[in-house]
C-alpha cells in the first residue's frame, strides 16, 4: 500500500517537472501550458499523450 502511495506520488513530481521543462522550452514562441490540477492529473494518469494532446488542443484552439 504504502509503495503504491510512494509510486503515486512519484509520477505527480515527475508529471510537474516535464509541463515546467515544456514550458521553459517553449516559452518564447508564447505557447505556455499552465501548470495546475487538470493538467498534472493529467500527465499523470495517461503520461506523455496527454502532453501531446494538450500542445494539440492548444494549437488548434489558439
Do not use: D, E, H, W
Request: aromatic residues 10%.
Amino acid at each position: 500500500m504504502l509503495k503504491k502511495i510512494f509510486s503515486i506520488i512519484k509520477r505527480i513530481i515527475v508529471s510537474s517537472f516535464v509541463l515546467y521543462g515544456y514550458n521553459l522550452i517553449v516559452g518564447p514562441l508564447n505557447m505556455v501550458i499552465p501548470i495546475n490540477i487538470i493538467t498534472v492529473g493529467l500527465l499523470t494518469i495517461f503520461g506523455v499523450p496527454a502532453l501531446v494532446g494538450l500542445i494539440t488542443i492548444l494549437v488548434l484552439v489558439y
